[in-house]
């Protein structure tokens, strides 16, 4: 079956810009995660959602940095006002639901401020 | 604070032989732990995880060991193939929280 997609795959953007990046679940998982890694790093977690809720946000760096799950399934991050510090890969994962640790990642979209 | 690493950045294993990669953590209170592999350009894969009420796992050709008196968790994996060639990183899920913690990462090359 199908797994998890995020679009774009690449996005270049200029400081002080807003982006929002994709991610499309595996159907039928609940919980939905995004992670941000920078180069030779782990990636760090920034927000999971159960459902349409954002269970926990306390990886979100700062204000400027926003996501949303409307209908329990597409994930949008949104980052205003953007920094090159803000420059990584952004990862969103998906499980079956709370009780499921088994996290299945997307590809990543890379993010680039310049 | 929390945190999860590893004893080794790189390390280069002949086609064949049997690798072992390594992971320390710090949180006593972390209560699952996964292997997941990431190969240039693509996201984590899931290879094998382990709660901590074990201390061995296994799968097809990696063993996954648990050492919870030390926080130790090793990744073996068994024959290796080129298409073993990838970063490596361990992870792990405090319990009551859902996120995953993972380490920098090893990355493992496999020579012909």
């Known amino acids: 079956g199908a797994g998890v997609s995020q679009t774009p795959s690449n996005k270049v953007t200029e400081k002080g810009k807003y982006v929002e990046l994709r991610c499309d679940p595996i159907?039928?998982?609940?919980?939905l995660y995004w992670y941000r890694q920078s180069l030779g790093q782990g990636p760090e977690f920034l927000i999971y959602?159960?459902?349409?809720?954002?269970?926990?946000d306390s990886g979100l760096p700062n204000d400027r940095f926003f996501a949303v799950r409307p209908e329990g399934s597409v994930s949008t991050l949104k980052i205003q006002r953007t920094e090159r510090g803000d420059s990584a890969v952004y990862l969103c994962a998906s499980s079956l639901g709370p009780t499921s640790y088994e996290q299945y990642f997307g590809p990543g979209t890379r993010l680039t401020v310049t | 604070g929390e945190s999860v690493g590893l004893h080794l950045p790189t390390l280069s294993v002949q086609e064949g032989d049997n690798s072992i990669i390594n992971c320390a953590y710090s949180?006593?209170?972390?209560?699952?732990f996964i292997w997941y592999k990431q190969e240039s350009g693509k996201g984590p894969q899931f290879i094998i995880d382990i709660r901590s009420n074990m201390d061995k796992r296994q799968g097809q050709r990696v063993t996954v060991l648990l050492n919870k008196t030390v926080k130790h968790l090793s990744l073996q994996i068994a024959a290796t193939q080129p298409g073993d060639s990838a970063v490596y990183f361990c992870?792990?899920?405090?319990?009551?929280?859902?996120?995953?913690?993972f380490g920098q990462g090893t990355r493992l090359t496999i020579n012909p």
């Open positions: 949180n006593s209170a972390s209560d699952y």
């Open positions: 992870a792990e899920v405090i319990q009551g929280a859902q996120k995953l913690v």
């Open positions: 959602f159960q459902g349409t809720g954002a269970a926990d």
């Open positions: 159907s039928g998982h609940t919980a």
